[in-house]
Each structure stands twice: as structure tokens, then as C-alpha cells.
């Protein structure tokens, strides 16, 4: 099933595609787009902050400002 979602949202194919990072891809977006943790947490299920923050890399844009 993911494979098929995966395909349908143009994701590159080449790459390994899985539950988990889909998670965390989805955890960096939603830092690099500014939204909360508490708001990313809501969405990904995670429990506490630091889960979320081993998932996210700050972006070389971030560490510059």
C-alpha cells in the first residue's frame, strides 16, 4: 500500500520508501515550514518532544538565520 501512495504522490523511486521515513520527512517539513512541535506532535502521533526532535534536521536555511 505504501508503495502505491508513494508512487501516486511522484515521490522519487529510487529511494527506499517506508513508514518510517515518510515519519520523518514529514516531521522535517513541518519544522521547516515553522509549525510548532506540539502541532507536529498532533500529527505524527508522537508521544513527547524529543521523538520529534531526533526525527528533524534543521534545514542549512534555518541554521543560518
Do not use: C
Not at 5 to 19: E, Q, V
Not at 20 to 29: E, G, I, T
Not at 41 to 64: C, D, F, L, P, R
Request: charged letters at 20%.
Amino acid at each position: 500500500m505504501l508503495k502505491a501512495m508513494a508512487k501516486d504522490a511522484s515521490f522519487l523511486m529510487h529511494k527506499r520508501i517506508t513508514n518510517h521515513s515518510v515519519r520523518k520527512l514529514l516531521v522535517q517539513k513541518l519544522r521547516n515550514a515553522n509549525i510548532p512541535p506540539t502541532e507536529t506532535m498532533a500529527i505524527t502521533g508522537h508521544k513527547n518532544v524529543q521523538s520529534i526532535t531526533n526525527y528533524s534536521n534543521i534545514s542549512v536555511e534555518q541554521q543560518q538565520k
